[in-house]
Structures are given as C-alpha cells and as structure tokens.
C-alpha cells in the first residue's frame, strides 16, 4: 500500500489541493490519496478557522467523485492542536509496517516541515513530496533550509500551476466577488447555501 496524505486546513478546499493531489497520485504510483484536513491548526491561532464539520463536508464533496480520493476524520477527530508527526504515527499503526506513506505539501508549506513539532521523528515515517506552487520558489527554501530538510525525505514534483488559495476564495466570497471555476461547484454551492464567509475577516 502506498498511501498519499494531502493535509490540509481546506477553508475551503479548491482545484489547487485536487490538482495536487492528482498529480502525486499519479507520478508516485499512489494507491490512493487521503485528504486530512486539520483539527485546531498548531500553527493558524490567528484566525478563527471555519468549523471542522464544515472543512470536512466541503472536502468530502469535492473528493467524492474520485474513487482514488479519501477524506479522514483523524485529525479534526482529535482534541487539542493538531500536529502531523501524531497523525503520521497513527497511520503508521493502523496500515502496518509494510505501507509507504507519503505527505504531500505545497512549496509554501514544505520550509515549514523542519521547524514542525519534533520533525527528526519524521526520518523514516514518511516521504514528503513537494509540489510546486505559483508565488513560491521551491528550490530558494530548499537552498535556505537545506540543514534542516537534509534529513528528511523530501521528493519534488512540478504540478499544474494555479494560483489559487483559500485565502483569495474566503476574501472573493467577503467582497461578493466570484468564485465559481476555483474550487469545485459543489463546494461553492455549500459555501452559499451556509453563508460561509460573508463577514470581512
Ligand atoms: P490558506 O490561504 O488559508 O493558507 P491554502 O490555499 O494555502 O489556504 P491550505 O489548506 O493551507 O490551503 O493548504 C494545504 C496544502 O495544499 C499545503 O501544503 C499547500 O501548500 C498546498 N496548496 C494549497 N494551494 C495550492 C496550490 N494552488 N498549488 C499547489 N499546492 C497548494
Ligand atoms: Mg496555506
């Protein structure tokens, strides 16, 4: 089993995260990918994070056409801050030492894997695949953390460029400007239907 983790606070999910995930299923010869959305994100206290409940369902809608796609429960699941370390230990048990497990992460988000909670305990865990993404210099944050990320198994792949965020989606929806062909429209047709994000934030 060679299983793919695309974590995530998806608030809301969009085309970026499934063309991600799309394209570390196929290049790495994934048996499938498995989205995670966080519980308490350790590291986005700034913000009030929308519901875990809605995060979930806006995941599970978007992925629920892909037989390859799944969404777990594991992290928004668990009480207090969610760190990946624990979610990667849990995996490990529950699939076995014979599985593979690959963390996938956007090139703003793979700097951040050395100064996570106890990141040394990831040696050997897991894979990360690093995803290029528009706005990001992948290799400059390689060059500028290289003594913390030699460590750790990290495999690059170039990935369909969006520039997309969660961050523009939530302000678009905020300013009533237009969402529709950047996140699925399933997905912006629950962000409507429960007034996600109207307030300025
Ligand atoms: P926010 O703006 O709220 O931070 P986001 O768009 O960055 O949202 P996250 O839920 O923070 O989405 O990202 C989950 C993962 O997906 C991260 O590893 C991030 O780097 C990656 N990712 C997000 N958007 C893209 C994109 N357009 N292309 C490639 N990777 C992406
Ligand atoms: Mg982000």
Redesign the pocket.
């Known amino acids: 089993m060679r299983l793919g983790i ?6 809301p999910v ?1 085309l ?2 499934l ?2 995930a799309e394209e570390a299923l196929v290049q790495f010869n994934l048996d499938r990918v498995v989205f995670m959305p966080t519980g308490q994100p350790a590291r ?1 206290t700034d913000r009030a994070v929308t519901s875990a409940e809605h995060r979930y369902l806006m995941t599970v809608i978007a992925t629920a056409s892909n037989p390859d796609f799944d969404v777990s429960r594991m992290e928004i699941d668990r009480p207090g801050l969610t760190y990946t370390v624990d979610t990667m230990l849990a995996l490990r048990e529950q699939y076995g030492p014979q599985s593979e497990l690959f963390f ?6 793979v700097w951040d894997i050395a100064t996570w909670k106890d990141a040394e305990r990831f040696r050997g865990l897991c894979t990360f695949i690093a ?4 706005g990001y210099d992948l290799e400059a944050a390689f060059v500028e953390y290289a003594e913390e990320l030699a460590a750790l198994d990290i495999e690059f792949i170039e ?1 369909p460029a ?7 989606i ?1 302000e678009r929806v905020s300013q009533r400007r237009p969402i529709r062909y950047l996140t699925p429209e399933s997905v912006a047709g629950y962000i409507h239907k429960y007034g996600l994000y109207r307030e300025a934030f």
């Open positions: 695309m974590g995530g606070t998806f608030d969009h970026g995260h063309v991600t986005k996938i992460t956007g090139a703003d988000a995803a290029t993404r528009p990935v969006l520039a997309i965020s969660s961050t523009d939530r």
